[in-house]
């Protein structure tokens, strides 16, 4: 097969495929983006949770966690977390979990994974707490699996 | 024994990495202890966290470091000229470890700020841009005034795509769907995009060297490996878009050409095989030999078969986020990129220090602990990962008391990075410390071409 | 193309092989398909107990028909001379394959008796002896009016080693100890002792005819890997003697040694690559070669890796009985011993046929699929074991609520079977049926040796 | 290194080594053999217990269960099935509650791995029990594993 193929038939077949599937993935990736200000249109950014997301970040929160399945695995997905703690049904209480979970922390129990006292204000815990409010009410495809009980 | 003079600014960009791989192994080794002692490193001093932060900057900086070496060290050879400029070269090089070594002191102080990988201050990140700069702008110049090869061609290209794409670390949306779409331009069209293309045209300059086969007959494989690699890798970053916002499309999308992706490194087992074979020719560096052949290889089992396992989306849709993808990314990085750079240094240091490949068999025997090492590492956490999943994901039991139940596999792969780590001080042994035995005659091996 | 005529009788031994073949993966994919679908064949009509022993007779008959015909071909060469007599070689194919047939209905009309592997009623176990007796006497009378090579001297002493170690076949106290303890004389001084020599001696011969490397250097080689087997093999049955009702001491003995069993599939890695690296020459089988290195290889994973995966008795403790051992077995026989098969019936099918190696493209494709097949299966059976263990020996689950859990991946060990079929087939016809193409012009291709 | 071995030292090496290696398998299983008779004697093998064997053998109930995990992994581990059923404590109701197993299969549920109907007679199926019975007075250094409870 390789044999029949000259070397220019090679070049110009990666040059041309290359930038065609690259014009598809670019198009495609154009329409999530889309679909994906139509959901902020409907959960509104606010202020709060952009500045929440600022926290995630410069905490590097997901050098441990992940969220929606990325960043380390040394703690527990964090994506839903809201709707694990009822936020849904009861924000204060959720909230107040929340809270008091990072002023537990750490645990310093020798065969638990520990994670740090950030020492976060409390504006800076509402706002990382909106920010996964606002995760929360992503579409992902059902993601994580709801466990397959038999 | 360098054909051209300005090769020898390899040297520091290779010792460079080797010094810089040497903080990814220890604070992999760290971070694989809290894994099965959690209070060994008191998490007020240095988090888990900064712990990986550490673990995979170290990696990316090092391997980049190591491209931009083989980059300077074959160019001259294939385009037949001197650099551009070699001063160029080593205020890059210094400009680059530098901020490198501001970072990590950095990171133990708390100054990050970003996303997975690219967790550097914003000021290091457009010093990175400013180092690309220069480093293409001197690269692009060498190639403008010389010899124009195919391998130089796509080397080239897949360089100025590292760059590029790495724009994308500056655009970081309050939206977090968006935000990691496009943070994955970075990460997946880096490393199972244009980091192909440089892995596949320093292999391709490698085995021309050692085997003597026609550049004819390599840089037709050539791209088709990376065609392949670009037809399958650019909308295989669907398998990342699966489950963080974006629409099902994807699912459809991610699994058809990911699916196809483990075909370059099956392509790049086939050619390297065939032309070592073809060749024939009894090349003095074994070493360097097989760690190309072994690189192949691994990269296949690592990146092509390992990341087959879980990326259809029906199968992603319970592996992702479990060790399954810790697994796959330790073979996967090992395989395809560590190992194509530990190729280069073994195939270029005796020029560059100016003497015969000494050592070999320590070399060799370092590539055996090594991938050995990988390999234990890669399995434990596969099978962690599998367990994982299972107890997670079917029975539904609680993140931290299946964490618990794997410490036996984390155990695993502790000693897995342990014996990598003995690999790796082999290695350096073998490549830096004269052999007494053989150092006093050099000239009785004929030089590497 | 034949150089001595009596070299003949080895074509109804490997056709009569791959029948059995045929029946042995037949009977694999109804297992298979039980465990997913358990009432998908009446249970009264075909237990599962009667579908496996014609499962792993198959498995041993078509091996030991392989072996057979194997020393008929190669011997004449070796020997340098016709076989002591062809006839009874006839004879003795006939009296074993018609023994096979009939144990085999047998067994689905209920008639057996025994223990695994060995479940032949007494009358054909007798057979079974009266057959090596013809086998070994014919194949001794060709050695020793001939000239004497170390590769025939292996071979015969595997050979006799076969004959003297199923005596223990008839064996059979009423303590169970004991009972087990010699019913491994035969099962694993079998396939982890004599086997391999034949395997070592099988291998070899085509390594020399296929490389043209001297065979000073193959002879050493050879004793070095049969050295290590039986050194590591022998007491290397130790480790199934872990928890039997022997004694305690068998944990160390067990454990050292058998840690030391993969060194000899490591060495015949290195030999065979070594020795086609260079003997350097085009042999126009390539299809043969193939064969004979994927079968070091897959040997070593299979053997070698898998089987010290779970060898150890802290391991085994946890893991023994449970899928690992399935897994481990069924990459280990087909790797060892089902490849040195299908590499010998490829080498030595065209000049039995009388024809140039055709369809080898096909056969070459045969192999991956077949290979690819296996790799998936045990690949399954493995992470169904991992699983297992931890589910049932962890976790006090009860067996018949994992095994439930675990049809995911028994659906993708019957896939890997079902590849496996499809390959077989592929095999065959490269092997059987002339390829209209090259069909015509056989004499363009020199012959092998 | 192997460069240096001559063919002849090799082969010696071969003979001699498999010759002594061979010699110790013999005398520790010569042991073991010793150790397992006298366990006989502590524990007699009835005529029932070795007629349960026989029919242990006859139907070839090693093709889908193990003993002392040998045999196919089809079904499970039967080595202590004695005590698992409490022989131990109440041998009747454990040999009854076996038999009662025993008559009700094949269970015909779908999913469930089945077991044939092998009419063996109420003789066999006490020599069969016997048997097993016998088997769960082998030491066999603590296998199989207890569950590790944490």
């Not at chain 2, 990911?258 to 070493?287: C, Q, T, Y």
């Amino acid at each position: 097969m390789i044999e029949r193929l000259t070397k220019t038939a090679a070049r110009n077949i990666f040059y041309g495929g290359s930038i065609f599937f690259f014009i598809i993935f670019a198009l495609l990736v154009g329409d999530s983006f889309r679909q994906a200000s139509q959901m902020a249109e409907a959960h509104p950014i606010s202020d709060s949770v952009a500045a929440g997301k600022r926290v995630w970040e410069k905490k590097a929160c997901f050098d441990c966690h992940t969220l929606f399945g990325e960043g380390a695995r040394f703690a527990p997905e964090v994506g839903k977390v809201w709707l694990k703690y009822g936020g849904d049904k009861d924000p204060a209480a959720a909230r107040d979990t929340l809270k008091a979970w990072f002023a537990a922390q750490p645990t310093n129990i020798s065969d638990r994974h520990q994670m740090p006292q950030f020492n976060l204000s409390d504006a800076e815990l509402d706002q990382l707490i909106d920010f996964l409010r606002w995760t929360s009410a992503i579409d992902t495809q059902n993601w994580p699996p709801k466990p397959v009980t038999r | 024994m360098l054909k051209y003079q300005s090769q020898a600014v390899a040297k520091p960009y290779f010792i460079g990495a080797l010094l810089i791989f040497s903080l990814q192994l220890l604070f992999g080794l760290i971070g694989a202890s809290v894994y099965v002692a959690p209070t060994i490193v008191p998490v007020d001093l240095l988090p888990f966290s900064v712990v990986r932060m550490i673990h995979t900057n170290a990696l990316i900086v090092w391997l980049l470091l190591g491209f931009f070496g083989s980059t300077y060290y074959l160019l001259p050879e294939e385009t037949e000229r001197e650099l551009f400029s070699p001063k160029l070269a080593i205020i890059q090089f210094w400009l680059f470890f530098v901020a490198a070594a501001i970072c990590v002191v950095g990171y133990l102080f708390g100054f990050y700020d970003g996303r997975s990988y690219l967790e550097q201050p914003m000021i290091i990140k457009i010093g990175i841009v400013a180092v690309a700069l220069i480093f293409l702008f001197n690269c692009s110049m060498t190639v403008l005034k010389g010899r124009r090869t195919v391998i130089s061609g796509i080397l080239l290209l897949g360089l100025w795509g590292v760059a590029v794409f790495f724009l994308f670390a500056f655009y970081v949306p309050a939206n977090v769907v968006i935000d990691k779409m496009f943070w994955w331009w970075v990460v997946h069209l880096w490393v199972e995009g244009v980091w192909e293309l440089v892995m596949a045209a320093i292999l391709a300059f490698m085995l021309i060297k050692m085997t003597g086969v026609d550049r004819e007959v390599i840089e037709k494989w050539l791209y088709v490996i990376i065609g392949t690699a670009l037809f399958s890798g650019i909308l295989g970053t669907g398998h990342h878009y699966y489950w963080i916002g974006t629409p099902g499309y994807w699912k459809w999308i991610g699994s058809i050409f990911s699916a196809v992706e483990p075909l370059p490194f099956f392509a790049m087992v086939i050619f390297a095989f065939g032309m070592v074979w073809k060749g024939r020719r009894d090349h003095p560096n074994k070493a360097a030999l097989l760690w190309s052949l072994g690189c192949a290889i691994c990269a296949f089992l690592g990146a092509g078969v390992l990341g087959f396992l879980h990326t259809l989306s029906g199968v992603n849709y319970y592996t992702h986020g479990t060790q399954v993808t810790a697994a796959h990314g330790h073979l996967a990085f090992y395989g395809a990129y560590a190992m194509v750079n530990l190729a280069m240094f073994s195939f270029a240091m005796p020029q560059l220090l100016g003497r015969a490949p000494y050592n070999q068999r320590l070399n060799i025997a370092s590539f055996w602990t090594i991938t050995g090492g990988v390999i234990l590492m890669s399995l434990a956490l596969t099978f962690a990962g599998i367990l994982q999943t299972h107890l997670e994901r079917v029975l539904g039991m609680e993140y931290m008391d299946v964490q618990q139940q794997l410490t036996l596999f984390y155990w695993i792969r502790l000693a897995g990075g342990a014996i990598t780590m003995i690999g790796f001080l082999m290695y350096l042994v073998a490549l830096l410390v004269p052999n007494l035995e053989t150092a006093g005659q050099p000239a009785a091996l004929k030089p590497a071409e």
